[in-house]
């Protein structure tokens, strides 16, 4: 076992503090990483304030962090596509069963026997899994994605959940040249949703309830921006969207965007708000629209949106922050202020 530092909530309520965890030694299919970056998800906010209560528990101490890039420093005998020195990622999961359907079809991320970066039982040495806000990990090789050297390494963090979370459910319901796309919330995967829109080739409309992004919104590849407490401007785009991707963290009303919806439009629900989004049915009867969620990405599709972000050089905006800076990140994201991630330089753990 390797002793790793780490920043951990040990309740709902108890700010992170620095402490030390343990992390196995690899196994022969293992890949023992050194984190450089961990992004700052909104999903890492509701896991340590237990939000999610319902569905998914939280166990403390929590160690969140799930937009993982670092080098490789060790790897087991059977490992085939890492070797030491290696740049290499981590996602929001670290297992899955491998043999299911779900699995055979590259869709880990609906494994019944998925296991989550964080918060999740951890076969191997107990408790529950850590997460990134941490110097190591150690993962099966399986889980690890390879790092396009052209990538700024703090920007390419985000990609490992904002990235994917925004790519798949695009690439599932054919965002292409011609459609026309709306974002709902520009944040962390709102704004990965805005850069992946326009360098599909979509006609990109960005929703927010915050006017000073206008610019930023435009700048990130927006072609239109909507403030969305103003009803005069959404009902300019009623009925004509193709498709819109909702990345809000909280109770909104759904009804407005579903309204936008040309026919057999599809609005993609991503964002994870704690309190259920009441759905006025008629608003889908009419023009058959429908209303859907989607939840990361399976491994593969993950490193083939690595790849297409190295293409069309996409990375995400961010705010580099020192670990001692996680608490502050965290009452900044909750009131919506953040350009558009924070990344957390690792080496700052080493003052601890
Ligand atoms: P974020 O950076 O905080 O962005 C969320 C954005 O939503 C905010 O910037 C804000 O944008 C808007 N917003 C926030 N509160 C709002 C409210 N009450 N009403 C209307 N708009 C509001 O968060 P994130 O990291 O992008 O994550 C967004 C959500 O996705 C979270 O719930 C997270 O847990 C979830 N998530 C889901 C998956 C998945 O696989 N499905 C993966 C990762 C994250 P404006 O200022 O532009 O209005
Ligand atoms: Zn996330």
Redesign the pocket.
Known sequence: MVKARAYAATSATSPLASTTIARRDPNEDDVQMEILFCGI???DL?QVRNEWSGMMPTVYPCVPGHEIVGRVTKVGSAVKKFKVGDLAAVGCMVDSDGACPECKAGFEQFCPGLVLTYNFPDKHLGGVTYGGYSDSIVVKEQFVMRVPGNLDLAGAAPLL??GI?TYSPMRHWGVTKGKKVGVV??????HMAVKFAHALGAHTVVF???AS?KDDALRLGADEVVL?KDANQMAKHAGSFDFILD??????DINAYINLLARDGNLTM????PDPLPVAVFGLLFRRRSFS????GGIAETQEMLDFCSQHNVTSDVEVIPIQKVNEAFER?MK?D?K??FSIDMASLKSE
Request: aromatic share 2%; with cysteine.
């Open positions: 998800c909104h999903s509701h959940c904002a979370t919330g520009l944040g962390g995967l709102g927010t309830t915050t992004k969305s990345s809000v963290s909280a109770l909104h991503v964002g994870a708000s969620g989607s939840i990361i994201l919506s953040v558009y991630r």
